[in-house]
């Protein structure tokens, strides 16, 4: 596969993962600080779902990424790489690791369903504002590669 259908790939796995992980997440944090009248346990589950969908393009934009590195040859000799991938790797990767083990894990095999999705929403409020500060800091990197 040649450079342009990989950067396809890896934009389209960029899309899949922001979309779903935003508009959504944004109404799950809505609809449970305000009554919306939707049942919760389904609106749950198809949030856990959709994580998936979100997840599932976060891995493709991961490989597709790796995948360009490789036809680049990258030997740490690409400034705006060298900021951007810690932040990925270091940062955003272990955040997506334990959104997988809520969503897969520990809620689906929690006994108290009303305590795990308060942890998940925890978890959900505290690195929602890390995560989109450093994912805006990583589009910069891309884009104007200082």
């Given at each position: 596969?040649?450079?342009?259908?990989?950067?396809?790939?890896h934009l389209l796995g960029i899309f899949i993962?922001?979309?779903?992980?935003?508009s959504l997440g944004l109404f799950m944090i809505y609809s449970t600080r305000?009554?919306?009248g939707c049942n919760q346990h389904i609106l749950r589950n198809f949030y856990r779902w959709m994580t998936n969908l979100e997840i599932a393009g976060f891995v493709l934009a991961i490989?597709?990424?790796l995948y360009m590195l490789h036809l680049l040859r990258y030997k740490f000799?690409?400034?705006w790489l060298?900021?951007?991938l810690p932040l990925v790797f270091g940062v955003i990767l272990?955040?997506?690791?334990l959104n997988f083990w809520f969503v897969n894990i520990y809620i689906p095999k929690s006994q108290d369903k009303l305590k795990a999705?308060?942890?998940y929403d925890l978890f959900n409020y505290l690195v929602a504002l890390p995560l989109l500060v450093i994912s805006l800091l990583i589009v910069y990197f891309a884009v104007v590669k200082p």
């Open positions: 596969m040649d450079y342009p259908i990989t950067k396809f790939f993962w922001i979309s779903a992980s935003s305000k009554e919306t490989f597709s990424g000799d690409i400034i060298n900021y951007k272990p955040l997506e690791v999705y308060r942890r």
